[in-house]
């Protein structure tokens, strides 16, 4: 998409409001768990330091359902991006107001606050129009750098683009780059690896890529339904009903086409999901009893062999348990094949697949690793993602706050 960059904008001096994405987990303590999604906005917070603007960051956190609630509160948040970033974040204990007015007006060049969570108002879920206006008061210009939220229309993502000019931050800009290099112009072969559990959640992303690839692989508790489709024993693996049609639907719609979908040809299988379960291998039919619970050694090794000689790749959802250690195998294999991969694209999709990714230690190893699951996906499905489409959409020209 042909948004404005934030490299564009004329910034030396001024007041520019970050959309960042802040929900990161926190543990009982009160203390940032994961620090990822923080760490991949510094280039834009560091960025706009060095030009000596005034950054105002803007974030939600969990779901405070509209109402202020300390158990949510991005304080915690500033004091961790204070050590990251080795100098002082102002927090400011509002987002709207008299007091976000006088500390972000107090702010001098170069440095840094943090306004409070954006959903202790329900006016930011609801893209109302005045908190757009009171949040766009506060500065010059905007900038999106949250990939994460960049698939809701909110206050702070799609209404606040009508009152400033605006522009996609360093990491926002990093992800449409990449999404749509795999997606409208990839260099081929071009596979995609797809996990999760149910048909409904990745159908529109399958029908999507089924006219874009030339490898579709399905792993994960995903495939069973697939195979049970094809008229293959499951066994008691997880099997989802209600996309059953669905992935009948999809098997003679890929019949129809030139896309080669791959499906597990044997399995891990275990008598229950725990990590102490007995465990054994099985063919494609899976016996009464047992679960499948991993993609098995023949199928991880033909989706190897297929990857190896792909150029372009995008994976969305682990091809079995990851979480659980003795299912994780599979996962671990794809991850491990991608990251020695030479001269090829790799993209992986935020959420699990991420967190598989990062456990692993193979992020820096990958193209790009997304910050957003639900963003990745719905961008997968071809959808336009209402905070990328304001960006561009926007005139560029403030309106009188």
Same mark, same amino acid.
């Given at each position: 998409? %042909?948004?404005?960059?934030?490299?564009?904008?004329?910034?030396?001096?001024?007041?520019?409001?970050?959309?960042?994405?802040?929900?990161?987990?926190?543990?009982?303590?009160?203390? =940032?768990? @994961?620090?990822?999604?923080?760490?991949?906005?510094?280039?834009?917070?560091? *960025?706009?330091?060095?030009?000596?603007?005034?950054?105002?960051?803007?974030?939600? /956190?969990?779901?405070?359902?509209?109402?202020? @609630?300390?158990?949510?509160?991005?304080?915690?948040?500033?004091?961790? /991006?204070?050590?990251? +970033?080795?100098?002082?974040?102002?927090?400011?204990?509002?987002?709207?107001?008299?007091?976000?007015?006088?500390?972000?007006?107090?702010?001098?060049?170069?440095? =840094?606050?943090?306004?409070?969570?954006?959903?202790?108002?329900?006016?930011?879920?609801?893209?109302?129009?005045?908190?757009?206006?009171?949040?766009?008061?506060?500065?010059?210009?905007?900038?999106? %750098?949250? &990939?994460?939220?960049?698939?809701? #229309?909110?206050?702070?993502?799609?209404?606040?683009?009508?009152?400033?000019?605006?522009?996609?931050? +360093?990491?926002? #800009?990093?992800?449409?780059? !990449?999404? $749509?290099?795999?997606?409208?112009?990839?260099?081929?072969? &071009?596979?995609?690896?797809?996990?999760?559990?149910?048909?409904? $959640?990745?159908?529109?992303?399958?029908?999507?890529?089924?006219?874009?690839? @030339? !490898?579709?692989?399905?792993?994960?508790?995903?495939?069973?339904? *697939?195979?049970?489709?094809?008229? !293959?024993?499951?066994?008691?693996?997880?099997?989802?009903?209600?996309?059953?049609?669905?992935?009948?639907?999809?098997?003679?719609?890929?019949?129809?086409?030139?896309?080669?979908?791959? /499906?597990?040809? $044997?399995?891990?299988?275990?008598?229950?999901?725990?990590?102490?379960?007995?465990?054994?291998?099985?063919?494609?039919?899976?016996?009464?009893?047992?679960?499948?619970? %991993?993609?098995?050694?023949?199928?991880?090794?033909?989706?190897?062999?297929?990857?190896?000689?792909?150029?372009?790749?995008?994976?969305?959802?682990?091809?079995? =348990?990851?979480?659980?250690?003795?299912?994780?195998?599979?996962?671990?294999?794809?991850?491990?094949?991608?990251?020695? /991969?030479?001269?090829?694209?790799?993209?992986?999709?935020?959420?699990?697949?991420?967190?598989?990714?990062?456990?692993?230690?193979?992020?820096?190893?990958?193209?790009?690793?997304?910050?957003?699951?639900?963003?990745?996906?719905?961008?997968?499905?071809?959808?336009?993602?209402?905070?990328?489409?304001?960006?561009?959409?926007?005139?560029?020209?403030?309106?009188?706050?």
């Amino acid at each position: 998409m %042909d948004c404005q960059l934030l490299k564009e904008l004329k910034i030396p001096g001024k007041r520019v409001i970050v959309r960042v994405d802040f929900n990161v987990p926190m543990d009982d303590k009160g203390r =940032v768990s @994961d620090e990822t999604r923080i760490v991949k906005t510094l280039p834009t917070i560091q *960025f706009l330091v060095k030009q000596k603007t005034r950054v105002i960051l803007i974030s939600h /956190l969990g779901r405070p359902k509209g109402r202020k @609630d300390s158990q949510f509160s991005l304080k915690p948040v500033a004091e961790h /991006l204070s050590k990251l +970033l080795k100098r002082p974040v102002k927090f400011i204990p509002d987002c709207i107001g008299p007091l976000a007015k006088k500390e972000t007006m107090g702010l001098k060049s170069g440095e =840094v606050a943090l306004l409070e969570n954006l959903r202790f108002y329900q006016e930011e879920e609801k893209n109302d129009s005045r908190f757009s206006k009171e949040l766009a008061s506060l500065a010059d210009l905007y900038v999106n %750098d949250a &990939f994460g939220a960049a698939h809701r #229309a909110h206050a702070s993502t799609v209404g606040i683009t009508q009152f400033l000019p605006s522009a996609a931050g +360093l990491l926002l #800009a990093k992800e449409i780059e !990449y999404f $749509d290099r795999i997606l409208r112009n990839p260099e081929r072969p &071009f596979a995609a690896i797809l996990g999760g559990a149910k048909v409904v $959640d990745k159908i529109k992303v399958i029908e999507n890529l089924i006219a874009k690839v @030339d !490898y579709l692989l399905i792993g994960g508790a995903m495939a069973y339904t *697939f195979l049970k489709a094809r008229g !293959y024993k499951i066994g008691n693996s997880k099997f989802d009903f209600e996309g059953f049609e669905t992935a009948k639907q999809i098997l003679e719609r890929v019949k129809q086409s030139r896309v080669q979908l791959m /499906l597990p040809q $044997d399995h891990i299988v275990a008598e229950t999901v725990t990590e102490n379960a007995k465990t054994d291998t099985s063919d494609i039919d899976i016996a009464e009893g047992w679960i499948g619970v %991993d993609i098995g050694p023949r199928t991880t090794e033909r989706f190897r062999t297929v990857l190896a000689g792909a150029k372009t790749i995008v994976w969305n959802g682990p091809v079995g =348990v990851f979480e659980i250690k003795p299912f994780s195998n599979g996962t671990r294999h794809i991850a491990e094949c991608l990251a020695q /991969l030479k001269g090829a694209t790799t993209v992986i999709g935020g959420g699990e697949t991420a967190a598989a990714v990062t456990q692993l230690g193979l992020e820096d190893k990958m193209s790009h690793v997304s910050t957003g699951g639900g963003a990745s996906l719905e961008y997968l499905e071809g959808r336009v993602l209402p905070g990328i489409e304001a960006l561009c959409s926007t005139t560029g020209q403030k309106v009188s706050t």
